[in-house]
């Protein structure tokens, strides 16, 4: 199983982002799907959350700006991302969990600057 994470880039305060997470492979099913990031020297935090029933679930730092999504079709996670601020800068990463497993994708760098 591998996850390929996309949609990063740099961007000025207030401006979007959308994130995607595609995932390939084996597995037979997949629970849930998951955004985290990490900045420079500090640790990996979760950032949004959504199962497989479609519950959403955010850091608190995000809500109202980020949107989680999935497409069950495409076995794909998405972030959008709005009104992005300077601490939103981090890597990215992707999170699935399927066949009693987690699976990380490679993550994918979010730099928001003016």
């Known amino acids: 199983v591998q996850l390929q994470a996309s949609g990063g880039g740099s961007v000025q305060p207030g401006g979007s982002l959308r994130l995607s997470c595609a995932t390939s492979?084996?597995?037979?099913?997949?629970?849930?799907m998951g955004w985290y990031r990490q900045a420079p020297g500090k640790q990996r935090d979760s950032v949004a959350v959504i199962t497989g029933s479609g519950h959403t679930n955010y850091a608190d730092s995000v809500k109202g700006r980020f949107t989680i999504s999935r497409d069950n079709a495409k076995n794909t996670v998405y972030l959008q991302m709005n009104s992005l601020k300077p601490e939103d800068t981090a890597v990215y990463y992707c999170?699935?969990?399927?066949?009693?497993?987690?699976?990380w994708g490679q993550g994918t760098l979010v730099t928001v600057s003016s």
């Open positions: 492979g084996s597995i037979y099913r997949i629970y849930d």
């Open positions: 999170k699935i969990t399927g066949n009693g497993y987690a699976y």
